[in-house]
Every structure is written in C-alpha cells, then in structure tokens.
C-alpha cells in the first residue's frame, strides 16, 4: 500500500524505516502537507524523502569543516614557515632565562641552539621583528570580524565568505614574493590575509543558522567547528615537510601548495554553496521543506533591524561572550605559555617534536565530535533541556582545562606528564564546540552570525593579554613557582567564566530576536518540560494549519 492509500482512512504512515508514524506527524518531510514529519513534541524530524547523511545541508557541513580547516592553515602555517625562513646561526643571541629546579638548564639550553647552517633561512629577522610579522595576521583578523557579521547579515555570508576566503588563499601564495621583496610587504600581505580571512566565524555561523535544524544542530556545528583542529592537526607536520624537501628552497612551497588548496576550495564553495535551502536549485523538495519547516520559515522572511539595545542588555548574550572570553584565555595560555614553561623549567621543548605539537589539537578534535553526538542524543533523544545540555559541556569544556592547568603546575620535573595534561586539558576543550560556541544559534537564529562576530573579536583581543600576564610574571625568574602563578590566573578565569556562563545561559530564543514577525516567541510558562514548551510555542500556528490541510484527506 502506498504513502496516499496509507493518508485515505488510515491513521498512520510509515518512516524511513518502515515503522509507522501517527499522521497528525506528517507534513513537509514526505513532500506532503507543510511542516514535515514531526515528533511528538511538534518538532520537525526527517521523514521519508529527507537524507539523513547525504543531503544538501550535509554537503554545506563539509564544505564549511573544510573551509575553516583551511582558515586555520593559512593562520598558523607562518608560525612553522619563520623557523625556516630565518637564519638562526647569524642572528645574535642574548642569554635566556631558564631554571635549574629540573637540572642542569645550561647544558640543556646549549644543546637547544645549535643549528645546522644547512638548515638556516634566508631572513635576518631578530625576534622582535618576528612577532610583529606573525601578528600583522590577527590586526586584520580582528578588524573585520564585527563589519562582515553585520554585513553578511544584511546582504547575505556566501560571498563574504568565500571571497574572503579567496582573498586570504591568493594573498597566501604571495608570501614568499613579498618575504623577498622586505619585511613591510610581507607584513601588508599578511594583515591582507587576516582581513580576508575575518569572515569566515560570523559568516559561517550565519550559514549555519540558515541551513541546520535544531535537532542536528550540535553534532553538524560542533563537525564544521572541529575543522580548525583538523587543519592544525594537518598543517603542524605537512609544513614541517615541506620547509624541509618542498620546492623553491623549502619554506616557499608552504605557502604555495597550502595557498593553491585554499584557492580550489574557494572557487568550489563560490560555485556549489548556496545561501539558503530555497536559494538551492537541486536540493530535495522534501529536504528543503524539512529544513524551512524546522527552522520555521525564519529565514526567509525580511531581515529586520538589529536590536543593539536589547542584545546589550540581555545576559544570555553576556553569558556567551564571557564563556568565549574566558575559553580563549585559556586557550592561549594552554597552548602558547605551557609549551614556554617546558622549555624554560624543564628544559624540554614540545615544538621539536611534530607528533606532540599535533597531539593536543588531535585531542580537541576527537573530543569535540564525540561531545556533539551525545548533545544532540541528550536533548533530542532523552529530553534533556537545551538549556542544561550547553551548559553541561560547556561546564566540562571550560573546568576541565581549569583543573588540567592547576594539575601541569605540580607536575614537578615530569615533561611526559605535563604533554599529558596539555593533551588532556585542550582535548576536553572539544566541550565548548557544543556549548557555547554554538549558543547563539539558540537563543538568536536570525543574528546568529552578528553574535559569533561581536564575541569571537572581543574574545581574541582579551586573549592578547595572556601573554602579557605571563610575561610580566615570569620575566626574569622563570620558577615553577613563578609559572604556578600563570597558571593559577587561567585556571581562575576559565572557572570565573565558566561559573557565569552555568549561572545566565540559556538555550531558548529570546524575545529580541524579532518578536514581532515570529510565531513562536512566548514560551508557556510553567510547563513541566522546558523543551517541549519551547518547540510546542515555536510551531503553534504551524501546526494548526497542518492539522487543518490533514483533515481535507
């Protein structure tokens, strides 16, 4: 018997695995009726005809995991490449601050400096000139983080996103003549690099929002966040390849062979992404009905003004933004300062070994997909609110690395187990992809991507300050007890940040996200099931008009 003799008198029909479904559950997911196949909380799940693994928005997933793992190539790639690129035996070097709790650090740190002139760059390039080269790339970044997410709002994220991306990817391959040509041109190329490349969080957050129902939305977010792991994770032991065999005398050949990959996939992302499931010219009829009636039609309504005053005042909003600060400071001082304090304590440097640089964002990596799987399972599947599900992970993401940092500075003189806790505190970083990284898809789908931007730009300028606070610190007196310190500081911030974050997140839409045009902004106050409420208050109107075109069969 077939789907319409299943409709005609009968009061089931079957999914996609040939179980039945109550008919007051179909809609749109079948091709049918207008808000697809729905769970018995009214919210949309695929019905028949919709993929589950191979559709349109799946294919948009992978080219953004793609895109931002090539946006993270681009961005670290020159932190391998200057190593190089200059010529360490004729620079001149001042006596460094070490300690000898762990040991003779003089014989260490002799050892540490002997370079092979075979191996010697080009460039006479001291250390200070150095951190200015490998900064011109975030002045760039930062700058146009807010700009683009207001922008990509208005106009649309494709072509912000991908010719950003084709920006960043061509300047790329113009590293090595600019290196050639002096330091300024090389340091115009990368702020250049960093102005293409700050679309890419705002816009693909904006992406996001259009494209991936909510029952999917943390393992499909938390799967195209993941893919700045994956790209460090490949670029870390490639370049360390290439600047040693690569063509045109080693260190050029990162730029070109990781400049040309970008440049591809910006070119295929410019050609076979579309803005939008209605934009979409091949995608499924039941797909796309499946995807416009989980998100309610939102997306395709007038974009309305963006109420500043509101998002401003709304803690929700706060408790993203001070989560995503806090989880950067973290970040940096986990993945910049430790390293530091193993070369100047234990004389042990975890940059000359390609396995243990990777072996941190491999850990984040893993940890981040499989975290996104359980989310979505704990609220789609057992109930869990939204709201306890962001804040849970987002809980392990940030105090897990909290106590991690506290852990590395009791470790003493034991380099292998301080690689161990580096591992184990930015592995369950992963948390945060499924927490607040992917929050303001919840609480604002229509300003999803201005959100990411106004908090991923003031997050990477706080972050600044965690090499300063270390700095400052240590100088001079690199002790564990000195380093216990930094850590300590981090530890405090991540847990300070963390502690907002449980207290003011929220995992439902809020009332200024255009209240006015949505069907679905009071929530029942009250209900027994918070989700439930939500879903149910969402879809009301949809519903009844679903029951209504039922009812004609």
Not at 11 to 31: C, E, M, Q, S
Not at 39 to 55: I, Q
Not at 109 to 129: C, M, Q, Y
Request: glycine share 10%.
């Amino acid at each position: 018997m077939g789907p319409q003799d299943q409709r005609n008198g009968a009061t089931t029909y079957p999914d996609n695995d040939g179980a039945a479904v109550p008919l007051n559950r179909v809609a749109n997911g079948n091709g049918n009726g207008v808000n697809g196949v729905h769970d018995e909380e009214g919210m949309p799940v695929p019905g028949p005809g919709v993929p589950r693994w191979t559709g349109a928005r799946h294919f948009l997933t992978l080219m953004l995991f793609l895109g931002m793992a090539n946006a993270y190539v681009m961005r670290t790639n020159m932190s391998v490449a200057i190593v190089a690129m200059v010529n360490q035996t004729a620079l001149p070097r001042k006596e460094e601050e070490v300690d000898d709790e762990c040991g003779d650090g003089t014989v260490r740190r002799n050892l540490s400096v002997v370079n092979d002139p075979k191996e010697d760059g080009e460039f006479l390039w001291d250390t200070e000139l150095q951190a200015y080269i490998l900064s011109a790339f975030f002045y760039g970044y930062v700058l146009t983080q807010i700009p683009f997410g207001i922008m990509a709002k208005k106009y649309g994220a494709k072509y912000f996103l991908g010719v950003g991306m084709l920006v960043n990817s061509v300047f790329g391959l113009l590293v090595p003549v600019a290196a050639r040509m002096g330091v300024w041109p090389l340091i115009f190329v990368r702020f250049i690099q960093g102005l293409g490349e700050g679309p890419i969080v705002p816009c693909t957050h904006a992406m996001l929002a259009k494209w991936i129902p909510p029952n999917e939305r943390s393992r499909l977010g938390a799967f195209v966040y993941a893919g700045a792991q994956f790209g460090t994770v490949f670029s870390l032991p490639l370049s360390g390849l290439l600047s040693r065999y690569g063509f045109d005398g080693g260190w050029p050949s990162i730029f070109y062979v990781f400049g040309a990959i970008g440049t591809a996939w910006s070119i295929a992302f410019l050609i076979w992404v579309f803005e939008d499931p209605d934009s979409h010219p091949r995608i499924r009829d039941a797909e796309r009905k499946f995807i416009v009636g989980s998100l309610g039609g939102e997306k395709n309504e007038k974009t309305p003004p963006i109420p500043w005053m509101a998002v401003l005042k709304s803690m929700p909003f706060w408790a993203i933004l001070v989560a995503h600060m806090g989880q950067n400071y973290g970040y940096e001082t986990l993945l910049t300062e430790l390293p530091t304090y193993m070369k100047q304590v234990l004389h042990f440097t975890i940059k000359q070994n390609g396995l243990l640089s990777a072996l941190p964002y491999l850990a984040m990596w893993i940890f981040s997909i499989v975290v996104s799987i359980v989310a979505d399972w704990m609220t789609w599947t057992r109930g869990v609110s939204l709201t306890k599900t962001r804040k849970l992970l987002n809980g392990i993401g940030m105090f897990g690395p909290a106590l991690a940092l506290i852990a590395a500075s009791y470790t003493g003189c034991s380099a292998p187990l301080t690689v161990g806790l580096l591992s184990l505190g930015v592995g369950l970083m992963g948390g945060t992809m499924s927490g607040y990284r992917i929050n303001h898809l919840d609480i604002s789908p229509r300003f999803a991507g201005i959100l990411m931007s106004l908090t991923n730009c003031i997050a990477n300028v706080f972050a600044l300050l965690a090499p300063l606070v270390a700095g400052f610190i240590v100088e001079g007196k690199p002790t564990q007890a000195a380093w216990r310190v930094v850590f300590f500081i981090s530890a405090a911030v991540y847990a300070a940040c963390s502690g907002f974050y449980l207290i003011f997140a929220s995992g439902d839409v809020q009332p200024w996200d255009d209240p006015d045009k949505d069907a679905y902004t009071s929530v029942e106050t009250g209900a027994a099931n918070d989700i439930a409420a939500r879903r149910r208050s969402r879809r009301d109107s949809q519903l009844e008009q679903a029951e209504t075109t039922l009812q004609t069969f």
